[in-house]
T-cell receptor, first 112, second 112 residues
């Protein structure tokens, strides 16, 4: 889940297993959600996004689930690989063009 | 592919210096953003711009200013650098209605 302290939560997953990274968002009016992956020394890269009129969206090896009732977002990565090791951020926005608000990130560590 | 280019990967400056961080994007995006990223605090929005000559304060604008004289270029200015501005600075851009943000690789600024 998202951290409110100084240390990022870490999820350790065995290579080949599925990963689930969770995010609790703050604004019930948010209508757009997005996941980013950030590898060490690089800028965040887009993974997948979802709008509030959907509750599930799938990409290549990734699925995002949105539960508006409890303001919860999750990112599922299938068959996790060493290259998936990174920090993952969720972000939300509302009213179409407001800036994204980012969570503090979760570190995914893949054990070979 | 969209390219967001930040002029420096690493920068070392002295307290009190005026610092310019440059960002250029090549996809004719209207919106541009400056974030800073600190361990455990995630990405925090400093300033953003919806179009040329326009600027809006983000969550932490104190000690910073920006310039958007051309659509493709968004500059972040530290008027008088201080040690608490040591951070990773990330520039991002997007189209007006497409909410996916594209990030640069970041500038790691150290103020001594």
């Amino acid at each position: 889940g998202e951290s409110v302290g100084l240390h990022l939560p870490t999820l350790s997953v065995q290579e080949g297993d599925n990963s689930i990274i969770n995010c609790a968002y703050s604004n019930s009016a948010s209508d757009y959600f997005i996941w980013y992956k950030q590898e060490s020394g690089k800028g965040p890269q887009f993974i997948i996004d979802i709008r509030s009129n959907m509750d599930k969206r799938q990409g290549q090896r990734v699925t995002v689930l949105l539960n508006k009732t409890v303001k919860h977002l999750s990112l599922q990565i299938a068959a996790t690989q060493p290259g998936d090791s990174a920090v993952y951020f969720c972000a939300e926005s509302y009213s179409g063009n407001t800036p994204l608000v980012f969570g503090k990130g979760t570190r995914l560590s893949v054990i070979a | 592919d969209v390219k967001v280019t930040q002029s420096s990967r690493y920068l070392v400056k002295r307290t009190g210096e005026k610092v310019f961080l440059e960002c250029v994007q090549d996809m004719d995006h209207e919106n541009m953003f400056w974030y800073r990223q600190d361990p455990g605090l995630g990405l925090r929005l400093i300033y953003f711009s919806y179009d040329v000559k326009m600027k809006e304060k983000g969550d932490i604008p104190e000690g910073y200013s920006v310039s958007r004289e051309k659509k493709e270029r968004f500059s972040l200015i530290l008027e008088s650098a201080s040690t608490n501005q040591t951070s990773m600075y990330l520039c991002a851009s997007k189209k007006l209605v497409n909410e996916k943000l594209f990030f640069g690789s970041g500038t790691q600024l150290s103020v001594l």
